[in-house]
């Protein structure tokens, strides 16, 4: 189990893979930690140098300061970078991540080979929207919205067919940290980096799954319309979470993107 403190927190993650000349960088969506991304990582193998961590909040990681931004949450990322000496790297920002992602350009763009930003977009929803289940939340906990994410994060197919695994993300969703949860919810409605999106110049590509209910298609391509340059790809037959639901496909993206930059 791998771990460094940022502050008075201890933020977990995972650095998996040779020690190759560029590395992945994974960034969690909202309510996932860092399993989110399991699937994708077993598709790469061990061709490739994968590195994860869960924010502040979620997963193993701690939230005693309760004091969660994006930019909070780019500098954990920036220590871990720091910390393992990565000069080379690859961002895959999902959702959340990808607000993460984003900021931590702005300090660290150097080191930033390319951005693969997935189901986010610059400006996510509104803030009527997030003070709406910030307050569902505080009244019922993460439980009482639990059946309107999942719907959110998965294909229809997904959610007829698959109800086993279903019923897992529903535990990850609900054993997250409320505070961690509700902190991050803060954190997206104060969050607008659409100017920021404007001035992008690594090699970018977006990916969105077809019947994602969170950041649909269309909000995903005003993202990508904003990035000089960058592609735009829609994953057929996955919600909110391509890399959960089409790994095989995600990963042949993230490859082929590489693939580019070398």
């Known amino acids: 189990m791998q771990s460094f403190k940022s502050g008075d927190e ?18 969690n969506s909202l309510g996932t930690d860092l399993r989110v991304w399991d699937y994708v990582i077993k598709e790469l193998g ?12 979620h997963g193993l990681s701690s939230n005693f300061e309760n004091n969660i931004s994006i930019s909070i ?11 393992l000496e ?4 690859v961002l895959v920002g999902l959702s959340i991540g990808g607000l993460i992602a984003l900021e931590f350009l702005k300090f660290s763009s150097s080191i930033v080979r390319g951005l693969i930003l997935s189901d986010t977009a610059a400006k996510i929803g509104t803030s009527n929207m997030w003070s709406d289940r910030i307050s569902r939340v505080k009244a019922g906990g993460i439980e009482a919205i639990s059946d309107d994410i999942l719907a959110r994060w998965f ?14 993300w529903r535990s990850m969703l609900t054993r997250t940290s409320t505070l961690g949860y509700l902190g991050c919810c803060k954190a997206i409605a ?4 659409r100017n920021e999106a404007k001035s992008i110049s690594v090699p970018t590509l977006l990916i969105v ?8 298609v269309n909000v995903v391509k005003d993202t990508a319309n904003l990035i000089k340059n960058s592609e735009f790809k829609i994953i057929k037959g996955a ?17 082929k993107f590489l693939g580019k930059l070398n």
């Not at 201890?10 to 960034?27: L, M, N, Q, T, Y």
């Not at 294909?155 to 897992?168: G, M």
């Not at 104060?190 to 980096?193: T, Y």
Request: with cysteine; net charge negative; charged share 30%.
């Open 239 to 255: 919600g909110h979470l391509p890399c959960v639901e089409k790994p095989n496909i995600f990963s042949n993206e993230l490859v």
């Open 209 to 216: 799954g077809e019947e994602d209910g969170s950041t649909p």
């Open 10 to 27: 201890i933020i977990h993650f995972s650095d998996e893979g040779p020690r190759s000349k560029i590395a992945f960088v994974f960034i």
């Open 86 to 89: 990565l000069e080379n790297i």
């Open 155 to 168: 294909s229809n197919d997904f959610l007829v067919n698959r109800n086993d695994e279903l019923q897992l």
């Open 190 to 193: 104060d969050c607008d980096l």
């Open 46 to 57: 061990q061709k490739y140098r994968t590195v994860r961590l869960d924010k502040r909040g």
């Open 73 to 83: 949450l780019a500098n954990d990322l920036k220590l871990l970078v720091s910390k």
